[in-house]
């Protein structure tokens, strides 16, 4: 059984009422009472995992620009990219698909580039793909920004030799003539491949298969999905769309135990329709609304799903992977068709904030979960233009949250009052708490309301060590490349009273705060 790590009441009367005079100048104040008790398992560094796909500009142009390239790099990576990387100290990144995954021959990426085959991306934009970063540069690429690697293979269109034969050029440490090749392409060493993903949306893009047939696709391909003793492969099943929990049923049932350790999920959050998402900016209140309110979704999502996999699997070995989340916005005017090119404001920092603090509540069965995109592509933490790089409010979220990394999650219990925006009602604040190995404690606090203040009460006692606010005039805020520090995080902290530390959060904001706990 999962543990509830919170229990955030929406009191929905009249009288507490946001919009009330008695708030108007403060807003509500919520008692928030964290308990020492653990409510789950350490929360795993993968957990702040990302996605990159051959998709847009989230590869070419946005990591890799080629060692010819006027803008600077070092070994075809950009640097200031690779810069930003360092410093978020991402854990997990998926490659090379996505969709992509599933129309993806890994020997095209392998070689001197200037014979690689061009070969076109039907689900991106129809565009012509040079396959200059293949195999040797992702791995590379990982290895650079000191992220694990999670490949994911082609169930769709490849075979299971293909797969089979990837694994091994980039994991075995025998002399063969793959690893030769390997050798030949300038990488004499393997390299450490610790997560591998076969297939991806098996149900959409990837096949367009039954949850049945993708159970035994799966026990097919993962079956030659082989690495040297003694190196571990977790092996991902591509899991299901949003709340098809049959999906997830269906795989827990039928996929051999041995050949699954961790099985996907998606889950894109949008104001709107999937056919009319909405606007990354511009959008009014009702849409600031709807989107936070549909972030909050994942939470029953992995409930649900979990619930499935519990049935089958009640010591909880196989492993949740939210290896695609994140918004998904109508494209910006102007940007190639099929590129997902989309600005990120404010409002994209409070649902990483909110996403997060729900997987921190999942601990124990959600062990990865991967962001989409990592640069140019949907909610992405970094943006390019040419030469220029700006970072995103998504960016500046998760460096925020980057203490959770390893914490123990603790038991959060608030009252919170609600705010209803149109049809929308949502809790007015967001709180998720854990402990670091120290015993320094380390709190989230999201402020969802877009005009109100809120002051959060804790019993905690001690000193606040570090903390920074991001918060907005405007709640669709956002950096550009001509003003890139208009969302940029402060120092912030709270104030010790007689009851414990007291933090006041101006609307639309997320804080993080470490304290020292006495
Ligand atoms: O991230 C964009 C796309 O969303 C991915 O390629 C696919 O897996 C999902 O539908």
């Given at each position: 059984?999962?543990?509830?790590?919170?229990?955030?009441?929406?009191?929905?009367?009249?009288?507490?009422?946001?919009?009330?005079?008695?708030?108007?100048?403060?807003?509500?104040?919520?008692?928030?009472?964290?308990?020492?008790?653990?409510?789950?398992?350490?929360?795993?560094?993968?957990?702040?995992?990302?996605?990159?796909?051959?998709?847009?500009?989230?590869?070419?142009?946005?990591?890799?620009?080629?060692?010819?390239?006027?803008?600077?790099?070092?070994?075809?990576?950009?640097?200031?990219?690779?810069?930003?990387?360092?410093?978020?100290?991402?854990?997990?990144?998926?490659?090379?698909?996505?969709?992509?995954?599933?129309?993806?021959?890994?020997?095209?990426?392998?070689?001197?580039?200037?014979?690689?085959?061009?070969?076109?991306?039907?689900?991106?934009?129809?565009?012509?793909?040079?396959?200059?970063?293949?195999?040797?540069?992702?791995?590379?690429?990982?290895?650079?920004?000191?992220?694990?690697?999670?490949?994911?293979?082609?169930?769709?269109?490849?075979?299971?030799?293909?797969?089979?034969?990837?694994?091994e050029y980039m994991t075995s440490d025998e002399d063969t003539t793959l690893t030769r090749e390997r050798a030949e392409n300038g990488r004499e060493e393997p390299w450490d491949v610790p997560y591998f993903g076969v297939g991806n949306e098996s149900w959409g893009c990837g096949g367009h298969m039954t949850p049945e047939y993708s159970a035994e696709l799966h026990n097919r391909y993962a079956t030659f999905v082989d690495t040297p003793p003694g190196m571990d492969m977790t092996r991902v099943a591509t899991g299901a769309n949003v709340d098809?929990?049959?999906?997830?049923?269906?795989?827990?049932?039928?996929?051999?135990?041995?050949?699954?350790?961790?099985?996907?999920?998606?889950?894109?959050?949008?104001?709107?329709?999937?056919?009319?998402?909405?606007?990354?900016?511009?959008?009014?209140?009702?849409?600031?609304?709807?989107?936070?309110?549909?972030?909050?979704?994942?939470?029953?999502?992995?409930?649900?799903?979990?619930?499935?996999?519990?049935?089958?699997?009640?010591?909880?070995?196989?492993?949740?992977?939210?290896?695609?989340?994140?918004?998904?916005?109508?494209?910006?005017?102007?940007?190639?068709?099929?590129?997902?090119?989309?600005?990120?404001?404010?409002?994209?920092?409070?649902?990483?904030?909110?996403?997060?603090?729900?997987?921190?509540?999942?601990?124990?069965?959600?062990?990865?979960?991967?962001?989409?995109?990592?640069?140019?592509?949907?909610?992405?933490?970094?943006?390019?233009?040419?030469?220029?790089?700006?970072?995103?409010?998504?960016?500046?979220?998760?460096?925020?949250?980057?203490?959770?990394?390893?914490?123990?999650?603790?038991?959060?219990?608030?009252?919170?009052?609600?705010?209803?925006?149109?049809?929308?009602?949502?809790?007015?604040?967001?709180?998720?708490?854990?402990?670091?190995?120290?015993?320094?404690?380390?709190?989230?606090?999201?402020?969802?309301?877009?005009?109100?203040?809120?002051?959060?009460?804790?019993?905690?006692?001690?000193?606040?060590?570090?903390?920074?606010?991001?918060?907005?005039?405007?709640?669709?805020?956002?950096?550009?490349?001509?003003?890139?520090?208009?969302?940029?995080?402060?120092?912030?902290?709270?104030?010790?009273?007689?009851?414990?530390?007291?933090?006041?959060?101006?609307?639309?904001?997320?804080?993080?705060?470490?304290?020292?706990?006495?």
């Amino acid at each position: 059984m999962m543990t509830s790590l919170k229990t955030a009441l929406a009191i929905g009367t009249a009288a507490a009422t946001l919009h009330c005079a008695a708030f108007a100048q403060q807003g509500p104040t919520i008692r928030v009472s964290i308990s020492d008790e653990a409510a789950g398992d350490p929360i795993e560094p993968e957990v702040y995992g990302h996605f990159a796909e051959h998709l847009g500009r989230g590869i070419y142009g946005g990591i890799w620009v080629g060692e010819d390239s006027e803008i600077p790099n070092t070994n075809g990576y950009r640097n200031d990219v690779l810069a930003a990387l360092e410093d978020l100290e991402v854990p997990v990144l998926r490659w090379p698909g996505g969709c992509f995954a599933d129309e993806y021959n890994w020997r095209d990426g392998i070689g001197p580039r200037e014979e690689r085959p061009v070969r076109i991306n039907t689900h991106w934009g129809w565009v012509t793909d040079d396959n200059a970063f293949g195999t040797h540069e992702f791995l590379n690429f990982a290895e650079r920004i000191g992220a694990d690697a999670y490949v994911a293979g082609n169930m769709g269109s490849g075979s299971p030799r293909e797969m089979s034969r990837w694994v091994e050029y980039m994991t075995s440490d025998e002399d063969t003539t793959l690893t030769r090749e390997r050798a030949e392409n300038g990488r004499e060493e393997p390299w450490d491949v610790p997560y591998f993903g076969v297939g991806n949306e098996s149900w959409g893009c990837g096949g367009h298969m039954t949850p049945e047939y993708s159970a035994e696709l799966h026990n097919r391909y993962a079956t030659f999905v082989d690495t040297p003793p003694g190196m571990d492969m977790t092996r991902v099943a591509t899991g299901a769309n949003v709340d098809d929990y049959n999906f997830t049923e269906v795989l827990m049932r039928d996929v051999k135990p041995w050949l699954m350790d961790a099985v996907s999920l998606h889950y894109y959050t949008f104001p709107g329709s999937w056919e009319n998402k909405g606007a990354a900016t511009g959008f009014d209140e009702a849409a600031w609304a709807s989107t936070l309110k549909n972030s909050l979704r994942m939470d029953d999502l992995i409930t649900e799903h979990v619930a499935r996999m519990d049935e089958y699997d009640p010591e909880g070995r196989v492993a949740l992977y939210v290896d695609e989340w994140g918004t998904w916005y109508d494209s910006e005017e102007g940007s190639t068709p099929g590129f997902l090119y989309q600005q990120n404001s404010i409002r994209d920092a409070l649902v990483a904030g909110l996403t997060l603090n729900i997987f921190h509540q999942h601990t124990d069965r959600v062990k990865m979960a991967n962001i989409a995109q990592m640069v140019n592509v949907l909610q992405a933490s970094i943006l390019t233009d040419g030469p220029d790089m700006i970072l995103t409010p998504t960016y500046h979220s998760l460096m925020m949250y980057k203490p959770f990394k390893g914490a123990t999650p603790l038991e959060v219990e608030f009252d919170s009052p609600s705010v209803e925006i149109g049809e929308t009602s949502m809790s007015h604040v967001d709180v998720s708490a854990a402990r670091q190995e120290d015993g320094t404690i380390v709190l989230s606090m999201v402020n969802l309301s877009p005009d109100e203040p809120a002051r959060i009460r804790t019993g905690l006692r001690g000193s606040v060590a570090t903390g920074q606010l991001l918060t907005a005039d405007e709640i669709d805020a956002h950096n550009t490349f001509e003003a890139p520090e208009t969302v940029v995080p402060t120092d912030f902290t709270g104030e010790e009273t007689r009851s414990g530390l007291r933090f006041e959060l101006p609307p639309r904001s997320l804080a993080v705060v470490t304290v020292d706990a006495e």
